[in-house]
């Protein structure tokens, strides 16, 4: 058995489609030279630069004529070393036919090779690739409605636990258990599996657990199908464990589904202390006096973290809780009300969770003893204050608040609240006045590409990896701040004034 925790890579906007649709198109008259025609195709993309492996994401279908083709091998070699599902190579107007030297290294390397007729524009291959990607977005999210309505009509039968497994096994093709604390089927429903894989998933399930940081879902292989198991939120033990032969792009959004139903159905009570702290909590937050809700709180001290992210799954909050080791967690808009992330980059460590195309970010607060270590979490950007008791939290919730913005704003993945420093030494309304007539000149825009420029050193591409865009669409915009501001921004006094300016803003 092999396992892994159940936070996927960053998902594309739509499910990928299989090399074999592309082909199947007769209009587009394309013809496969070299490697397997079953490979998924993610997106595509059209490059006519001698190395392209610093503009390819992994998974596109990339399409050339060939303008700079000098050495077909090392060509081929940094195609597929950037992940590159498959490459189209385009006849005329550079070349009348694929070079023979391109067709072997494609053979060699295992990277699928179509050839685009000359009647076949690049324009027309992108166009039927978005196209199929949508229809297959559409099935996909049809699926998962008409999914999301089984389960909750399941959940409303006279035997609504093994209703909703029996549901979920249907919708998934395979086999769903509940599984108690000691590995035990409490219920059942499906196809059976062999041993080894029914093994596998009480091995699955162990992983998971109430300990501090345990997580709250794992995934693995075994017996020949894909595992996943998922702990349920009543505090029991309990866990929902699944066996398929395959695993579709929906399927994690149709089990979260499953795991909520589940849990509130097999929650037991919850103990007056519990609520009374939460509660608490909540009221803290929502802006009660320190004092009318400290009472109800350990005295601390406390650290509050504020995060933005997540793989938009149902339960991606309660992952990041469980990872984190914490109950006491608020969903929601942490300070206000949601806004769009900083740029349109992936999410720290991964290929853009945070953000990404088609996913929205959840956002959250969490509180936590100030003896748990609070560490980067795939996929989340994270605000950390400093420790605080339980009369303090408002001042640790605003320091978590500008934390967080911090990460969003520098492309971190954790940022902790910097106590003093320069900016302490200037009256905060003075600075923030003085902030706010030096950047009015700017769009938001201009400013988050200028926060992120300064933030990196002035770096033209490091700043558009983090921004997710063209290195010269940096150097347009840097430009215009400058003109805007009528600043020279080679001067390091200057960028030193700016970038606090920037802290301040940011900060209100």
Known sequence: MTTSPAHPAFTPPAPPIPLAALLARRDLGLRLLAGPGDVPLHWVHTSEMADPYPYL????????????????????????????????????PVYDTVPAGLVEACARQGL???????????????????????????????????????????????????????????????????????????AAAGREVPAEAARALRELAGVLGPRPGG??????????????????????????????????????TIAGVAVVLLSLL????????????DGALVRLLLGASPAEAAAALDPGPWTVVHARG????????????????????????????????????????????????????????????????????????????????????PAADGQAARALRRAEATRSALVRHRPGGLASLVDPDEAAAHARTLLAPLSE????????????????????????????????????????????????????????ALGEATDQ
């Open 57 to 92: 994401l992994g998974g596109e279908l990339l399409m050339t004529a060939g303008v700079q083709l000098t050495d077909p091998a090392r060509y081929v070699e940094r195609v597929v070393e950037a992940g590159a599902a498959a490459l189209a190579f385009g006849v005329t």
């Open 310 to 393: 997540g793989d938009g799954t149902p339960f991606a909050v309660a992952d990041l809780a469980a990872s984190l080791g914490t109950a006491l967690v608020e969903t929601g808009a942490p300070g206000g009300a949601d806004r769009p992330p900083t740029g349109t980059g992936g999410s720290p460590g991964e290929a853009g969770a945070a953000g990404g195309a088609g996913a929205v970010p959840a956002r959250a607060r969490l509180l936590l003893p100030a003896s748990s270590a609070v560490t980067a979490q795939p996929g989340w950007f994270l605000g950390v204050s400093a420790p605080a008791g339980a009369g303090d939290l």
């Open 445 to 500: 825009p201009l400013r988050e590409t200028l926060r992120a420029w300064l933030s990196l050193h002035g770096s033209w591409d490091r700043t558009a990896v983090a921004l997710d865009v063209h290195r010269n669409t940096v150097r347009q915009r840097i430009a215009r701040c400058a003109a805007l501001l009528d600043r020279d921004l080679d001067d390091p006094d200057v960028r030193m004034e700016l970038w606090f």
């Open 112 to 186: 699928p090779l179509l050839e685009v007729p000359p009647r076949t524009p690049f324009t027309a291959v992108a166009r039927a690739v978005w196209r199929l990607m949508a229809e297959a977005r559409l099935h996909e999210l049809r699926r998962v409605t008409e999914a999301q309505q089984s389960l909750a009509t399941a959940a409303a039968r006279p035997a609504p636990v093994p209703a909703v497994l029996g549901a979920l096994a249907a919708r998934l093709g395979g086999r769903a258990v509940l599984l108690a604390a000691d590995g035990t089927e409490s």
């Open 215 to 252: 997580p709250a879902s794992a995934s693995g292989e075994g017996g020949g199908l894909r595992l996943a198991a998922y702990a349920l939120g009543g505090g029991d033990g309990l866990a929902l464990g699944v066996a398929t032969e395959r695993r579709d792009p929906g399927d994690r």
């Open 266 to 277: 097999t929650a037991p009570h919850r103990g007056a202390d519990a609520a009374a702290r």
